[in-house]
């Protein structure tokens, strides 16, 4: 089942999505001040985010901003719901990252239709990624590697999926704590080289001079845009 974040301080409105949401199949989860918005989709990590952008406490250009700069939530489907209807405004947002911008008043079935065109757009393909050979498929929650399935832990896992989908993007050791432990303060940096180190025996053809799993000096570690070559050691 998908799954919506709704951030709308409108009482009567939140509440009307909500219901027409579910009613659709879809679960929705939300909260009708801003202040939270990115501490619920930091814990939800939703399907797509339907975004006030008039909000009372919080201005949703800068939520987008935030979820923008997430490294978890950055590719979620983004729609504003705004009372903004100038050419000026729906610019602003859809630079800012958003994928949508519903001007109110609306009609109900219009935000749904907009809704299922977005989650459509995270397509099949995506469920499965493919790099030089190794494929991470996550409906199964399976690692091939040149055909044979690599037996991962549920941690190498998510942090190879964090790593994988987003090729070329270096993440500091804190950010992949924060992405693949979360709130669990019991680990450190060294937890993080360790899984990375026990990844690289089981996905590198070479683990001492890995292609895929590349350390960056000074910064941490990133998954190669174009696997070849030596990692910066570091």
């Not at 500091?172 to 693949?180: E, G, N, P, T, Y």
């Amino acid at each position: 089942m998908k799954k919506i974040a709704l951030i709308e301080d409108d009482p009567d409105l939140f509440v009307l999505i909500k219901y027409n949401l579910e009613k659709e199949g879809l679960a929705v989860v939300g909260t009708q001040t801003g202040k939270e918005a990115l501490e619920l989709c930091s814990r939800e990590l939703p399907d797509l985010l339907l975004l006030d952008i008039m909000l009372p406490d919080s201005d949703g250009l800068e939520i987008c901003r935030q979820i923008r700069a997430h490294p978890r939530l950055a590719a979620v489907p983004l729609i504003f719901l705004t009372a903004r209807a100038s050419e000026t405004d729906r610019v602003v947002g859809l630079e800012l990252g958003a994928n949508d911008y519903l001007v109110k008043p609306f009609f109900i079935r219009e935000l749904i239709a907009r809704v299922r065109v977005q989650l459509r757009g995270q397509s099949v393909a995506r469920q499965t990624l493919r790099v030089a050979g190794l494929e991470l498929e996550r409906d199964s929650c399976r690692v091939l590697r040149h055909g044979a399935e690599v037996l991962l832990t549920a941690t190498e896992f998510r942090l190879l999926d964090h790593l994988m989908s987003r090729p070329g993007i270096v993440f500091s050791r804190d950010q992949i704590l924060d992405a693949v432990w979360g709130l669990d303060k019991s680990v450190t940096h060294r937890t993080v080289d360790v899984h990375i180190l026990r990844l690289r025996q089981k996905l590198e053809t070479d683990p001492s001079n890995p292609s895929l799993l590349l350390s960056v000096r000074g910064f941490g570690y990133t998954f190669a845009r174009e696997p070849h070559g030596p990692a910066v050691k570091g």
